[in-house]
Structures are given as C-alpha cells and as structure tokens.
C-alpha cells in the first residue's frame, strides 16, 4: 500500500529554517504532481507549495520568497525548505500525492481534491 512518511519538523526560532522531507513507498511518484499542505492551530488546513512532475513550482503567497519546494525522483522523495520562518507559520505540515488527471493551473495544484494520497503530518513550531 502507498505510504507517506514526514520528517524534519521541530522547533524553530523566528527567523530560522528547516528542512521537511516526505519518503514515499508504495509507488513510483515520478510521473505524479506532489505538495505539502499545513493547518494552523484552529485553523481549517491550507495549500502551501505543490511541484508538478517534471519539476514546476508553484506556492501560496504567503511563503513565495521563503519556502522552496523540491523533488528527488530517484529517492521518491519531495522536500520543503522553509527559510525565515516567522510565527504564523507554525501548522502540521502534510505532504500529499496527486490524481494522475491534475491540470497544472493554480486553481488545481492548491486544491485538497486534486491530491489522493496523504501523510499523516510533522510539527513545525515557530517561538519568538
């Protein structure tokens, strides 16, 4: 069955970085679109980066500049880098898999629907 395993959340200062990988088994995920979603204490769960098959970014506003979104088809591993993190960011981040039918178009890749395949998620916490 496809599993999907997150690593590398913990606690960060204001301002620091870390670095989420999600290891897939299961499947081969190289012909398939991926992303990390979060969701904030309280919060309904958001759309932060996605990366399409062959290697397009595309991100929520509210991380342009300071997260990058990364994959490793040989490892079956998609990566987050967050960098100057700030408080807000602080979310389960959850990475997912894509239908094979997602059409490369923003209104798609940020949508929960286009995806079939989930973590189960990692903390990140942000301190000031």
């Known amino acids: 069955q496809v599993q999907l395993v997150e690593s590398g959340g913990g606690l960060a200062q204001a301002g620091g970085s870390l670095r989420l990988s999600c290891a897939v088994s299961?499947?081969?995920?190289?012909?398939?679109?991926m992303a990390w979603f979060r969701q904030p204490p309280g919060n309904e769960r958001e759309f932060v980066a996605a990366?399409?098959?062959?290697?397009?970014?595309g991100y929520a506003d509210s991380v342009k500049g300071r997260f990058t979104i990364s994959r490793d088809n040989a490892k079956n591993t998609v990566y987050l880098q967050m960098n100057s993190l700030k408080p807000e960011d602080a979310a389960v981040y959850s990475c997912a898999v894509a239908s094979s039918s997602l059409i490369w178009r923003d209104a798609y890749y940020s949508s929960r629907r286009s995806y079939i395949y989930w973590g189960q998620g990692t903390q990140v916490t942000v301190s000031s």
């Open positions: 299961g499947r081969t995920v190289s012909g398939y679109a």
């Open positions: 990366i399409s098959w062959s290697g397009t970014p």
